[in-house]
């Protein structure tokens, strides 16, 4: 008895605002009571109203009423809390957001336990008893807390849904069934779910399959990726290996030539200095005998001059005493031209090479199969926009750069408007740069866009960009580095090295592209509701490629669509 006047006097003394014990207990006029934070907070969200009342009963009061704690409900809370008062449910029993809350709660609501699929309505664990306590609930069903419990009932009867119609394949209420659904194959839903029960196992065996089959895949992919790693590893550390091998054996022949030019530095220049000693000596030797003749002419004796003057007089010439002729002076600058020359064979040695590095593609997905569906096709889809500094002089581009049209000049110009290649001239050569722009975007590996043109001459196409600048040779598919389709009116015309192929297909105004640069596959779709082969290359690409589009009449354009 003493246990339950606690419970009791427990649910006297809980806020209704907060769901906890009273905090600085406050009544109000209509005898209501609150903590005093609680109430508070509640009536300053009204002042703007000037009306304020009471969240349980809703009575108002007019001014706000003052509030005075209540010392005697303070002091029985108090009592009760050393007698055994229990708390509030912790706040993990709260619902917050994403929970499914109890509907009979007040105030703050406790998380839902269960959903009553009869009463539609969520209880937690206390106002969920009379359905395990009450005879008239033991019949309903109770399922794990449900948020969609309405989509239980019918909207138009406002009947719980426990009838499944199979002619028309819905969930529907005793009443529908004997409306619009009367004369129907109608089943319980219990039925229904029954039969689905037993369609479900297999299609989840299938399912399990698919999982373990995909498990493995990634497996082998897991396997693949760190196959790739090891690969792309060794490849560098050879490829460090052999450029630091390369790179010592240009320092090894560096200091062979610069040893070579100091030994021949070393050997010519002695060889000058012996000889510049040797003509040294000479001149001394020349001196000195040019001073005795000159001392023997000015001797005034006879017969002393005449007795030595045979012996003076005799000029002895040495053999290595010829004049020395100097050679047009070049010292070692044939040996630099050498070094020049082997410098540049080898940059040209190393572009060469780096260039067909780059055209290396790595392709590891091969046993990947080629789209088929347009579905399939998407997967590849690339935004492409077109680069304005490719794009002819009588074009312009808009919408972000994804769509080119004729200029207005150049439909004031002609006449006749409809001329198919207006600036083509009786001997001279058609100005097709003016025509044309590619894609600011390069093309490899795996990709697909689509094309939506109007006029009477527009042609799709891919190409090398094997020229700076707008100018070009000639049209997309007349020479060997470009592809075209060119979509007439009434017809396709597919062009490539200047061969022209008539192409059948249904006319459409949307052509789709798709690309793979490393098995080498272009091919062109006439896209509608459906996607129609029109023409498909086999080849092998050496470059990355450019979407390319041309508008060749004045009243052409062409968009790059954007697909979603």
Not at 130 to 157: G, I, M, N
Not at 356 to 381: G, M
Request: overall charge neutral; proline content about 4%.
């Amino acid at each position: 008895m003493a246990q339950q006047g606690i419970q009791m006097d427990e649910r006297k003394v809980c806020c209704s605002i907060c769901q906890d014990v009273l905090k600085d207990p406050v009544t109000i006029p209509c005898g209501h009571n609150y903590c005093m934070n609680c109430i508070k907070s509640h009536w300053d969200e009204e002042d703007q109203r000037q009306v304020h009342s009471c969240p349980q009963c809703r009575q108002t009061f007019i001014p706000r009423p003052a509030l005075v704690k209540n010392t005697v409900l303070a002091d029985l809370v108090e009592e009760l809390k050393k007698t055994g008062l229990q708390t509030a449910p912790a706040d993990d029993h709260y619902a917050g957001p994403g929970d499914v809350w109890c509907d009979f709660c007040t105030g703050k609501k406790l998380k839902a336990l269960k959903s009553c699929v009869q009463c539609l309505v969520s209880y937690c664990e206390q106002h969920l008893q009379p359905h395990y306590e009450s005879a008239a609930f033991k019949k309903h069903k109770l399922v794990d807390p449900s948020k969609k419990l309405q989509e239980s009932v019918c909207t138009r009867h406002n009947e719980v849904i426990k009838i499944f119609c199979r002619t028309d394949q819905q969930c529907i209420c005793i009443l529908c069934s004997m409306d619009e659904h009367k004369g129907h194959d109608t089943v319980s839903a219990a039925a229904e779910r029954s039969e689905k029960q037993k369609e479900l196992e297999p299609s989840r065996q299938k399912i399990q399959q698919r999982i373990q089959s995909r498990e493995k895949d990634v497996e082998v992919l897991q396997q693949e990726v760190e196959a790739i790693n090891r690969s792309a590893d060794k490849a560098v550390e050879d490829s460090e290996k052999i450029f630091t091998d390369l790179i010592r054996l240009i320092e090894k022949r560096s200091s062979d030539v610069k040893q070579q030019i100091r030994s021949q530095q070393e050997t010519e220049a002695s060889r000058v200095k012996d000889l510049q000693e040797k003509l040294q000596q000479e001149i001394t030797d020349l001196r000195r005998k040019d001073a005795e003749l000159e001392q023997l002419s000015q001797t005034e004796d006879h017969t002393q001059f005449l007795q030595n003057y045979p012996e003076l007089s005799n000029l002895t010439v040495r053999k290595d005493s010829s004049k020395i002729n100097i050679r047009p002076v070049r010292y070692f600058e044939d040996l630099t031209t050498a070094v020049l020359k082997a410098r540049d064979k080898l940059h040209n040695i190393l572009i060469d090479v780096w260039t067909k590095i780059l055209e290396i593609e790595v392709d590891v997905l091969l046993f990947q199969p080629q789209p088929k569906t347009r579905a399939e096709f998407l997967q590849y889809s690339r935004q492409i926009t077109l680069d304005p500094n490719t794009a002819g002089n009588w074009l312009s581009l808009s919408e972000g750069n994804r769509q080119t049209t004729v200029k207005e000049t150049l439909r004031v110009l002609l006449n006749p408007p409809s001329r198919l290649y207006p600036l083509a001239q009786p001997g001279s050569h058609t100005d097709f740069d003016r025509l044309q722009v590619l894609s600011r975007e390069s093309l490899t590996g795996r990709c697909y866009w689509e094309v939506e043109w109007r006029g009477r001459s527009v042609s799709v196409a891919v190409t090398y960009r094997y020229m700076r600048g707008p100018v070009y040779e000639s049209g997309f598919g007349n020479d060997a580095t470009s592809w075209a389709m060119h979509c007439l009116s009434h017809r396709y015309k597919f062009r490539h090295d200047n061969i022209r192929t008539p192409i059948s297909g249904p006319q459409s105004s949307r052509v789709g592209v798709y690309l793979d640069h490393s098995a080498g596959i272009l091919s062109f779709y006439s896209v509608s509701e459906t996607m129609t082969l029109l023409h498909r290359v086999q080849t092998t690409f050496t470059q990355p490629l450019y979407a390319g589009v041309g508008l060749y009449c004045v009243d052409g354009s062409a968009d790059l669509c954007e697909i979603k």
